[in-house]
């Protein structure tokens, strides 16, 4: 039988598995870093299909795991490093210096949470600067929190966090949110929680003391300094699409997401998937769809091999 790989678990990967596995493909997931994705860390998913009452992210991924792993999909906990072509296929080089050799590839390894870029943020995540609210949240009750951000992934963390801090400042550089108008209201309207607009953080207090303390802000419109005191900081600016073991081999656009003709690449044995090939919508429902049309592209290139 053939070998098709599916290179990560969040909600494009797990539907290609599913696609594949119903199939009889047999296919063999690498979950990666963090299986299930960004996805998992989400509260409350309220706009995929078929759950009118919502379903938090970590529970839709443990149903589509379930789902896939009864049609025979395979699951290892493993990294890839490299995606090397060779004729008919790919060798995908592990970090634990094994290679698996694929006859045909679904590359779904999303995106991974930017970072602010200043100094002492290495230093000062996990204590009290954090990525993941639904994580970390619950670590800093009745503390001041600031989330940065303006999309509907910070509008959610803000909420989230008003189950615990005694204020949420909502930080952002511009003066009106990007995010959806029903989120950016529920923000707006929520009286535990605050916004600095037209706001950036340009420093972080304090890595010698070893914990988070206070932010450094400016307006964007004034230049105005200030220092803002929190017990913690949520960062939720937008994601990074996690394409590095594939840079060398296949084509990314300006901000590093892979290029595709639909779900295609221009190596034929190769298919793409989800938030690693979509900067426009990022969403869950859109990502499992391409991971249907990558699943059957996958069939499709393998039955020609057999034709």
Known sequence: MKTLVVIG?????????IYAARAGLEPLVLEGPNP?????????IENFPGFPDGIPGFELMEIMRKQAERFGARFRGANVRKLVPRPGGADLQLEDGTTLPADVVIIATGAHHRQLNLPGEQELSGRGI??????????????PIAVVGGGDTA?????FL???ASKVTVIHRRDVFRASKIMANRVLEHPKIEVRWNSVITGLLDPAQGRLTALKLRDVKTGADSLFEVGALFVAIGLVPATKPFEDVLECDAN????????STKLCCVFVAGDVA?????QAVTAAGSGCAAAIEARHYLESLDA
């Open 130 to 143: 954090s990525y993941c609210a639904t994580c970390d949240g619950a670590f800093h009750r009745g503390q």
């Open 256 to 263: 590093g997401y892979l290029l595709t003709n639909g779900v």
């Open 278 to 282: 979509d900067s426009r919508y990022r």
């Open 155 to 159: 509008m959610e963390e803000a909420l």
């Open 36 to 44: 299930g994705g960004p996805l998992i860390t989400t509260p409350l």
């Open 162 to 164: 008003t189950r615990f």
């Open 9 to 17: 678990s969040g909600p494009a990967g797990l539907t290609a598995a």
